[in-house]
Protein backbone atom coordinates (compact mmCIF):
# COMPACT_ATOMS: atom_id res chain seq x y z
CA UNK A 1 0.00 0.00 0.00
CA UNK A 2 1.11 3.25 -1.32
CA UNK A 3 1.84 5.97 2.05
CA UNK A 4 1.63 10.19 1.25
CA UNK A 5 3.74 12.57 3.53
CA UNK A 6 3.17 16.59 2.41
CA UNK A 7 5.58 19.34 3.16
CA UNK A 8 6.45 22.47 1.92
CA UNK A 9 3.03 24.26 3.08
CA UNK A 10 3.45 27.67 5.50
CA UNK A 11 2.53 31.33 6.33
CA UNK A 12 2.65 33.57 3.08
CA UNK A 13 1.71 36.78 2.06
CA UNK A 14 -0.72 37.43 -0.40
CA UNK A 15 0.38 36.85 -4.37
CA UNK A 16 3.08 35.18 -2.77
CA UNK A 17 4.21 31.19 -4.19
CA UNK A 18 4.91 28.04 -2.03
CA UNK A 19 5.47 24.74 -3.63
CA UNK A 20 3.99 21.42 -2.17
CA UNK A 21 5.73 18.26 -2.08
CA UNK A 22 4.03 14.57 -1.85
CA UNK A 23 6.34 11.73 -0.76
CA UNK A 24 5.46 8.40 -1.85
CA UNK A 25 6.19 5.11 0.11
CA UNK A 26 5.80 2.23 -2.28
CA UNK A 27 6.74 0.68 -5.57
CA UNK A 28 3.23 1.52 -7.07
CA UNK A 29 3.52 5.21 -7.04
CA UNK A 30 4.11 5.13 -10.97
CA UNK A 31 0.81 3.50 -11.96
CA UNK A 32 -1.46 5.31 -10.00
CA UNK A 33 -2.85 9.10 -11.11
CA UNK A 34 -2.67 11.28 -8.30
CA UNK A 35 -4.67 14.60 -6.71
CA UNK A 36 -4.52 17.38 -4.31
CA UNK A 37 -7.55 18.65 -2.14
CA UNK A 38 -7.71 21.16 0.56
CA UNK A 39 -9.96 21.47 3.17
CA UNK A 40 -10.38 24.66 5.34
CA UNK A 41 -11.93 25.34 8.64
CA UNK A 42 -15.36 24.39 9.21
CA UNK A 43 -16.03 23.72 4.95
CA UNK A 44 -15.76 20.39 3.28
CA UNK A 45 -12.89 18.70 1.40
CA UNK A 46 -12.69 20.44 -2.09
CA UNK A 47 -10.39 19.23 -5.28
CA UNK A 48 -7.80 20.95 -6.08
CA UNK A 49 -5.98 19.27 -9.24
CA UNK A 50 -5.09 15.79 -10.54
CA UNK A 51 -2.28 14.39 -12.74
CA UNK A 52 -2.03 11.31 -14.74
CA UNK A 53 -0.28 8.28 -13.96
CA UNK A 54 1.92 9.46 -16.67
CA UNK A 55 1.56 13.13 -16.32
CA UNK A 56 0.26 13.56 -19.72
CA UNK A 57 -2.77 14.64 -18.06
CA UNK A 58 -3.95 17.04 -16.16
CA UNK A 59 -6.86 18.59 -14.33
CA UNK A 60 -7.73 21.52 -12.32
CA UNK A 61 -10.68 23.04 -10.15
CA UNK A 62 -11.93 26.63 -11.92
CA UNK A 63 -10.88 28.41 -8.56
CA UNK A 64 -7.41 27.79 -8.81
CA UNK A 65 -6.71 27.13 -12.96
CA UNK A 66 -3.89 29.45 -14.11
CA UNK A 67 -2.29 30.17 -10.57
CA UNK A 68 -1.69 26.38 -9.71
CA UNK A 69 0.12 23.62 -11.47
CA UNK A 70 0.32 19.81 -10.56
CA UNK A 71 3.34 17.60 -11.58
CA UNK A 72 5.27 14.50 -10.44
CA UNK A 73 8.33 12.91 -10.94
CA UNK A 74 7.96 9.06 -10.72
CA UNK A 75 11.58 8.36 -10.78
CA UNK A 76 11.37 10.33 -7.23
CA UNK A 77 8.50 9.21 -6.23
CA UNK A 78 6.93 12.47 -5.89
CA UNK A 79 3.84 14.73 -6.17
CA UNK A 80 4.09 18.45 -6.57
CA UNK A 81 1.71 21.25 -6.30
CA UNK A 82 3.17 24.91 -7.39
CA UNK A 83 0.50 27.55 -5.96
CA UNK A 84 1.15 31.25 -7.23
CA UNK A 85 -0.78 34.07 -6.68
CA UNK A 86 -2.14 33.15 -3.32
CA UNK A 87 -5.20 34.57 -2.56
CA UNK A 88 -6.25 34.76 1.60
CA UNK A 89 -9.25 31.90 0.53
CA UNK A 90 -6.32 29.78 -0.45
CA UNK A 91 -5.75 28.97 3.03
CA UNK A 92 -6.45 25.42 3.65
CA UNK A 93 -4.44 22.00 4.94
CA UNK A 94 -3.48 20.41 1.43
CA UNK A 95 -3.81 16.98 1.23
CA UNK A 96 -2.46 14.80 -1.62
CA UNK A 97 -4.40 11.34 -2.27
CA UNK A 98 -4.11 8.40 -5.48
CA UNK A 99 -6.31 8.65 -7.66
CA UNK A 100 -8.68 5.69 -8.79
CA UNK A 101 -10.29 7.42 -11.62
CA UNK A 102 -8.85 9.39 -13.98
CA UNK A 103 -9.79 12.31 -14.84
CA UNK A 104 -11.97 12.73 -11.96
CA UNK A 105 -12.73 15.47 -9.22
CA UNK A 106 -14.61 13.39 -6.88
CA UNK A 107 -13.48 12.81 -3.33
CA UNK A 108 -14.96 9.05 -4.02
CA UNK A 109 -12.51 8.38 -6.17
CA UNK A 110 -9.26 9.39 -4.19
CA UNK A 111 -7.85 7.41 -1.19
CA UNK A 112 -4.76 6.72 0.52
CA UNK A 113 -4.72 10.39 2.23
CA UNK A 114 -1.77 11.94 3.52
CA UNK A 115 -1.97 13.56 6.79
CA UNK A 116 -1.30 17.19 5.14
CA UNK A 117 0.00 20.58 5.07
CA UNK A 118 -0.99 23.84 6.00
CA UNK A 119 -1.14 26.87 4.05
CA UNK A 120 -1.96 30.07 5.21
CA UNK A 121 -2.76 33.23 3.24
CA UNK A 122 -2.36 36.75 4.55
CA UNK A 123 -4.10 39.96 3.16
Known amino acids: QVQLVESGGGLVQAGGSLRLSCAAS????????MGWFRQAPGKAREFVAA????????LYADSVKGRFTISRDNAKNTLYLQVNSLKPEDTAVYYC????????????????WGQGTQVTVSS
Open 97 to 112: ALAYSFPSSSLADFGS
Open 26 to 33: GRTFSTYA
Open 51 to 58: ISWRGAGT
